[in-house]
């Protein structure tokens, strides 16, 4: 079992910045990826970034790149999300989430099923 902890969310005027952290524990030996998430209301869970633990190579999504960097700390078990010029369409509820090689397997990383444990979220809000 790996457990997650999200932290850094909150309110933010736009254009401001925030980070978020997501610390793991637990049997943090079997992550190959850790990804973010975010769920705006009324609409579905969707992929925002990813980093593989042991290259740091990184990934976004369209809507984020350019603005949002992920990263990782793999001494302290512990991804971050820089989101900067921040939109109110990036209001939701973010999630980490961090999945095994196997997890991965057959499943493209931009999906759920890609990832095996999920954080319990940190609210995001952004006023206009």
């Known amino acids: 079992q790996v457990q997650l902890v999200e932290s850094g969310g909150g309110l933010v005027q736009t254009g401001g910045s925030l980070r978020l952290s997501c610390a793991a524990s637990?049997?943090?030996?079997?992550?190959?990826?850790m990804g973010w998430f975010r769920q705006a209301p009324g609409k579905e869970r969707e992929f925002v970034s990813r980093i593989i633990r042991s290259s740091g190579v990184t990934y976004y999504a369209d809507s984020v790149k350019g603005r949002f960097t992920i990263a990782r700390d793999n001494a302290k078990n512990t991804v971050y999300l820089q989101m900067d010029s921040l939109k109110p369409e990036d209001t939701a509820v973010y999630y980490c989430?961090?999945?095994?090689?196997?997890?991965?397997?057959?499943?493209?990383?931009?999906?759920?099923?890609?990832?095996?444990?999920w954080g319990q979220g940190t609210q995001v809000t952004v006023s206009s």
């Open positions: 637990g049997r943090t030996f079997t992550t190959y990826h």
């Open positions: 989430a961090v999945g095994s090689s196997a997890s991965y397997s057959g499943s493209a990383y931009y999906t759920e099923s890609a990832y095996n444990y």
